[in-house]
């Protein structure tokens, strides 16, 4: 019986919870897995007594679903998705939706809508975020592809996503790949929050010699302020565990950390595009670093290790000042990552022919995402005053708060210099802040090497843009010039 008003492929930790929250909010769904006892075994367990109806075929499963149908593909990114794709194509009609919740890479999400739309069906390549928690109880979702599918999956997006005063964490985001592409952006900003608050985490730990009790406190306390997010809160949580024998558990687990490519393709895009996304690169380095765990462990043999601060007293007016600073540094550097990620969502738009409402984007990473916090309400607050505001650190309310940051920052960094810490998060947005505000760079001789190895020209101060010229530097290069000034 065709009565299911949305059909779910892929029955992962993920694709279940997002079945079971369907659920919750009165959708009937009919769910498919590629291996078939996974269905009996969901509709035993956690889906039993739901509205939920299992398939052992594609067949079954768009057999199940009301015109016109919505399938949702829950399953690994790549290759699964086209493969998924190509199976369900000669089983739908035109109008019917197929939708991608994975984590697939945006130019894939603008093919699919291509090719989907010139067999009459609407694609949406959709961002989730939020983990399993969110997806069991509201994530925030980031769809985009053929406008046309929009108002067909609108009420159940808006349904199952989380809400902040009122509002769903869901709204479209725009065509072809625009809805993972956020979504990417999105991952970039969480490895750039995760690094940063590791840094500080570094410094407070090799530099301050604080134990882990304060660590924790202190990250619960700045929970309360300009950097209460769902990051800082883990964060004192990780940092108060125990193992049985009073050992901290964050020192047991091994300093390698994993990537799954997100942050990789954010720091691609932003070199294709042209846009200084420092920080987040740096967070993406910073990992495969940390990968090198054998050949840190032989350098530091032959190269030396910074030694540890001592033991540090809670009271001590130093450790409070140097935490003052910390803290600065840490939401200064923030306040540059978003910038730098919003940075990179406008070039994308310019260059694809997006409209991009970046408010919007604020507004829907506000509540069940990673990146969740009381700071994305001024992003918001910045872009209702000016939506064309080339940067957000060129809003008054965040130039102040990076005035104000700024002495604790470059004490931060300074510090971190000077204990032999390495902090690139940090180090790198406050290069960038010191950059963007600089009249004048040395990129002036740059170009000069340019020309005089490659013939690449220049412009000069004393003549309007777009005027070029060339110097024979070494009196035998001859008057001709090359072709390539933007190489």
Same mark, same amino acid.
Not at 139 to 162: K, T
């Given at each position: 019986?065709?009565?299911?008003?949305?059909?779910?492929?892929?029955?992962?930790?993920?694709?279940?919870?997002?079945?079971?929250?369907?659920?919750?909010?009165?959708?009937?769904?009919?769910?498919?897995?590629?291996?078939?006892?996974?269905?009996?075994?969901?509709?035993?367990?956690?889906?039993?007594?739901?509205?939920?109806?299992?398939?052992?075929?594609?067949?079954? !499963?768009?057999?199940?679903?009301?015109?016109?149908?919505?399938?949702? !593909?829950?399953?690994?990114?790549?290759?699964?998705?086209?493969?998924?794709? $190509?199976?369900?194509?000669?089983?739908? $009609?035109?109008?019917?939706?197929?939708?991608?919740?994975?984590?697939?890479?945006?130019?894939?999400?603008?093919?699919?809508?291509?090719?989907?739309? $010139?067999?009459?069906?609407?694609?949406?390549?959709?961002?989730?975020?939020?983990?399993?928690?969110?997806?069991?109880?509201?994530?925030?979702?980031?769809?985009?592809?053929?406008?046309?599918?929009?108002?067909?999956?609108?009420?159940?997006?808006?349904?199952?996503?989380?809400?902040?005063?009122?509002?769903? =964490?869901?709204?479209?985001?725009?065509?072809?790949?625009?809805?993972?592409?956020?979504?990417?952006?999105?991952?970039?900003?969480? &490895?750039?929050?995760?690094?940063?608050?590791? $840094?500080?985490?570094?410094?407070?730990?090799?530099?301050?010699?604080?134990?882990?009790?304060?660590?924790?406190?202190?990250?619960?306390?700045?929970?309360?302020?300009?950097?209460?997010?769902?990051?800082?809160?883990?964060?004192?949580?990780?940092?108060?565990?125990?193992?049985?024998?009073?050992?901290?558990?964050?020192?047991?687990?091994?300093?390698?950390?994993?990537?799954?490519?997100?942050?990789?393709?954010?720091?691609?895009?932003?070199?294709?595009?042209?846009?200084?996304?420092?920080?987040?690169?740096?967070?993406?380095?910073?990992?495969?670093?940390?990968?090198?765990?054998?050949?840190?462990?032989?350098?530091?043999?032959?190269?030396?290790?910074?030694?540890?601060?001592?033991?540090?007293?809670?009271?001590?007016?130093?450790?409070?000042?140097?935490?003052?600073?910390?803290?600065?540094?840490?939401?200064?550097?923030?306040?540059?990552? &978003?910038?730098?990620?919003?940075?990179?969502?406008?070039?994308?738009?310019?260059?694809?022919?997006?409209?991009?409402? &970046?408010?919007?984007?604020?507004?829907?990473?506000?509540?069940? =995402?990673?990146?969740?916090?009381?700071?994305?309400?001024?992003?918001?607050?910045?872009?209702?005053?000016?939506?064309?505001?080339?940067?957000?650190?060129?809003?008054?309310?965040?130039?102040?708060?990076?005035?104000?940051?700024?002495?604790?920052?470059?004490?931060?960094?300074?510090?971190?210099?000077?204990?032999?810490?390495?902090?690139?998060?940090?180090?790198?947005?406050?290069?960038?802040?010191?950059?963007?505000?600089?009249?004048?760079?040395?990129?002036?001789?740059?170009?000069?090497?340019?020309? &005089?190895?490659?013939?690449?020209?220049?412009?000069?101060?004393?003549?309007?843009?777009?005027?070029?010229?060339?110097?024979?530097?070494?009196?035998?290069?001859?008057?001709?010039?090359?072709?390539?000034?933007?190489?």
């Amino acid at each position: 019986m065709a009565n299911a008003d949305i059909g779910l492929i892929g029955l992962a930790v993920m694709g279940q919870n997002l079945v079971l929250n369907m659920a919750d909010h009165g959708y009937r769904v009919a769910v498919f897995n590629r291996t078939t006892s996974r269905v009996d075994e969901f509709l035993e367990g956690p889906a039993r007594g739901q509205s939920i109806t299992g398939c052992h075929s594609l067949e079954d !499963l768009v057999q199940s679903l009301s015109r016109p149908r919505k399938v949702m !593909l829950m399953v690994k990114a790549g290759a699964v998705v086209d493969e998924f794709i $190509e199976a369900l194509v000669p089983l739908l $009609e035109p109008g019917d939706v197929i939708i991608d919740g994975g984590n697939s890479h945006y130019p894939d999400s603008t093919r699919r809508t291509r090719e989907l739309r $010139e067999h009459g069906l609407l694609f949406v390549g959709t961002g989730i975020s939020g983990g399993e928690e969110g997806a069991r109880h509201g994530p925030s979702i980031m769809p985009g592809g053929d406008p046309e599918a929009w108002p067909l999956v609108r009420e159940i997006f808006q349904a199952i996503a989380a809400e902040v005063d009122g509002e769903p =964490c869901c709204r479209w985001i725009g065509p072809d790949g625009a809805g993972h592409f956020v979504k990417m952006v999105h991952n970039g900003i969480e &490895y750039g929050d995760m690094q940063l608050i590791s $840094e500080a985490y570094a410094l407070m730990d090799r530099a301050l010699g604080m134990d882990h009790d304060a660590m924790a406190g202190t990250f619960a306390h700045w929970n309360q302020g300009v950097l209460d997010s769902y990051l800082i809160d883990i964060t004192a949580d990780i940092l108060a565990a125990r193992e049985e024998d009073g050992t901290a558990l964050v020192t047991r687990i091994l300093d390698t950390a994993g990537q799954k490519g997100t942050g990789k393709w954010t720091g691609i895009s932003a070199l294709e595009l042209g846009v200084p996304l420092t920080l987040i690169g740096e967070a993406v380095f910073a990992r495969a670093l940390s990968a090198l765990k054998d050949e840190r462990v032989y350098a530091a043999g032959v190269l030396g290790s910074p030694p540890r601060a001592a033991s540090a007293s809670p009271a001590s007016e130093a450790l409070a000042g140097h935490l003052n600073a910390l803290h600065d540094a840490l939401y200064a550097s923030k306040i540059i990552s &978003y910038a730098q990620g919003f940075m990179l969502m406008r070039e994308a738009a310019r260059t694809h022919g997006w409209e991009l409402n &970046y408010g919007d984007v604020a507004l829907i990473w506000r509540g069940g =995402c990673i990146i969740r916090s009381t700071f994305l309400n001024d992003i918001k607050a910045a872009y209702d005053k000016d939506p064309q505001i080339t940067n957000l650190v060129l809003d008054d309310f965040f130039a102040r708060a990076l005035r104000q940051a700024e002495p604790g920052w470059r004490r931060a960094v300074t510090l971190a210099v000077e204990r032999a810490i390495p902090t690139p998060a940090f180090a790198s947005a406050l290069a960038y802040f010191d950059g963007y505000r600089s009249e004048r760079l040395p990129a002036n001789l740059l170009q000069a090497q340019r020309d &005089y190895f490659g013939a690449h020209m220049y412009e000069r101060v004393d003549h309007p843009r777009g005027t070029f010229f060339h110097t024979d530097w070494t009196g035998r290069g001859g008057s001709v010039a090359s072709s390539t000034y933007e190489v």
